[in-house]
């Protein structure tokens, strides 16, 4: 029901941006997201948006540097990376239903994104 994609090998200053394509039923009235998580740590929340109305929240660590957003008639959420770090290093996931940073309903696969110094 999430399919992301996007990941890749990039520079550090370098830019990605990745995609999530989600099926119309776990859209309506959700806060869809994207997490990342690096081997050994918990998941991470780095953004979510509100589906209806588009009220965005960012994690402090990629405030400014990063820009949720998504694209209603095709149903896609998009992360924006700018200025990526080696720690932005991770893999991230797109997520359906997000409550508190923490929890969601529905997650996508993940795609991994390496940055290189």
């Known amino acids: 029901q999430l399919q992301a994609s996007g990941g890749g090998l990039v520079q550090a200053g370098g830019s990605l941006r990745l995609s999530c394509s989600a099926s119309?039923?776990?859209?309506?009235?959700?806060?869809l997201g994207w997490f990342r998580q690096t081997s050994g740590k918990e998941r991470e929340f780095v953004a979510s948006i509100r589906w209806m109305g588009g009220l965005t929240d960012y994690a402090d660590s990629v405030k400014g540097r990063f820009t949720i957003s998504r694209e209603n008639a095709k149903r896609a959420l998009y992360l924006q990376m700018n200025s990526l770090k080696p720690e932005d290093t991770a893999v991230y996931y797109c997520?359906?239903?997000?409550?508190?940073?923490?929890?969601?309903?529905?997650w996508g696969q993940g795609t991994l994104v390496t940055v290189s110094s």
């Open positions: 119309g039923r776990i859209l309506s009235s959700s806060t």
């Open positions: 997520a359906a239903h997000v409550r508190y940073r923490r929890e969601a309903d529905y």
